[in-house]
């Protein structure tokens, strides 16, 4: 299983779909490590597993835990660590943490949000030898409202320009979160390096989902999530059992107990 390497992604650009999910955990990250191009370790963490309201309550001490899970069971996948809010509000504290990061997670690259107004940040990372993924379109660490992006025609070409600048500062990858069909395909032609859709079209380099919602673990049903299995489903049915041995004192099975 040959490790997917920065280079090897850009490379991917128009050519084989770059599949990718994001992992929180290391039961996870095992499973689906050598069916993934790229797993994220998502701040989508934040409302998935803890149940937050948003992906800003996230801390940086508490995305490290997560990373170093994530990146240990993988082999084959190139690891991204997304940079929670306010990690990254001016070049040194962003390049002081992503070392950090990096450091203590040994995952591969940084996912930052946003596009023009961060490029400063985007391009001293770079500069500094720090692999960046982009992210233009809904940018959940700066929107209050889960909405399609790019309606309008003002949005539309900010959007667009985002990525581009994204894309000439030297980012490897960038993902496009939520927006017309038309306008990530636009983009898509536009930009050197891979798209990642998430709610962008099928026109993107590669896709991306967040993996509970792939399996049906989480309640989040928006349009783009094609759920792929019920596990939630699975689990409930296995606790039911279970609560049925131990109320009728069927398990422990004998096979289940310690004998001298
Ligand atoms: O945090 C996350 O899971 C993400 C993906 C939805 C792209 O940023």
Redesign the pocket.
């Known amino acids: 299983m040959q490790k997917v390497t920065i280079n090897k992604i850009i490379k991917r650009k128009g050519k084989q779909p770059i599949v990718c999910l994001?992992a929180y955990s290391s039961s996870i990250s095992k499973i689906i490590d050598k069916y993934c191009d790229i797993i994220?370790v998502?701040?989508?963490?934040g409302m998935v597993l803890y149940g937050m309201k948003t992906?800003k309550e996230m801390t940086i001490e508490n995305m490290i835990l997560h990373g170093r899970a994530v990146k240990s069971s993988s082999k084959k996948s190139l690891v991204v660590f997304?940079m929670p809010y306010k990690s990254y509000l001016n070049k040194y504290v962003a390049y002081k943490n992503a070392k950090k990061v990096l450091k203590m997670t040994k995952c591969d690259a940084i996912?930052l949000?946003g596009g023009k107004k961060i490029i400063h940040i985007v391009k001293y990372l770079i500069k500094k030898g720090i692999p960046v993924m982009g992210?233009v379109g809904l940018l959940?660490q700066s929107s209050n409202s889960f909405r399609l992006k790019g309606t309008k025609k003002i949005e539309e070409k900010e959007i667009f320009n985002d990525a581009i600048a994204l894309s000439n500062s030297g980012v490897f990858s960038i993902?496009i979160?939520c927006v017309v069909e038309s306008l990530a395909k636009k983009i898509t032609k536009a930009v050197s390096v891979p798209t990642?859709g998430?709610g962008a079209s099928k026109y993107c380099d590669g896709q991306?989902l967040?993996s509970d919602d792939l399996i049906g673990l989480s309640n989040f049903r928006p349009k783009f999530v094609k759920q792929y299995s019920n596990i939630s489903k699975v689990i409930e049915k296995s606790v039911k059992r279970y609560r049925r041995d131990v109320r009728k004192k069927r398990f422990p099975f004998a096979k289940n107990l310690y004998k001298f």
């Open positions: 994001t994220l998502g701040d989508s963490v992906t997304d996912k949000e992210h959940p993902v979160e990642i998430i991306i967040v």
